[in-house]
């Protein structure tokens, strides 16, 4: 499978997430979708981008757009996560980065001298019609959904 592209469909996926809960690409026409990537649950700055997002739900849901955010933390994790946060949205588990795969998230980072391959924060917006109309990579935090709910708006 190739990695998404700007203003081009988004190929159909399925994936697990949270409450039990089956995402499927396809289901989804007529509603915009936020897919954003973080590194791992309960970590500072995975939490307040969360948190971001929760807060400004009502916003998003009268725009018409759902909300996942995925990492390749394990559904127990995702689930903690969730209920500790209260977030009105799903967490996709994605251990065999799949889904980081399609979108091309998986980077080569550094912290404190160590190299690994981690998720790059990552939002990408999909239009109603299944189309890549916005993509954020290497995210930071502040201000970065305030940013995501303008181009929303703007579809």
Known sequence: MSTVALDQPVPDFTA???SEHTVELAALRGKNVIIYFYPKDSTPGCTTEGQNFRDLIDEFNANDTVIYG????GMRAHENFKA???FPFELISDPD??????FDVIKLKKNYGRE???IDRSTFLIDK?????????TVKVKGHVDEVLEAVKGL
Not at 70 to 73: A, Q, T
Not at 129 to 137: I, N
């Open 129 to 137: 019609e299944g189309v890549l109309r916005k993509e954020w990579r």
């Open 16 to 18: 697990q997430a949270t």
């Open 84 to 86: 500790k946060q209260s």
């Open 97 to 102: 980065e799949e889904l980081c795969k399609l």
């Open 70 to 73: 995925v990492s390749r933390d």
């Open 116 to 118: 690994y391959m981690g």
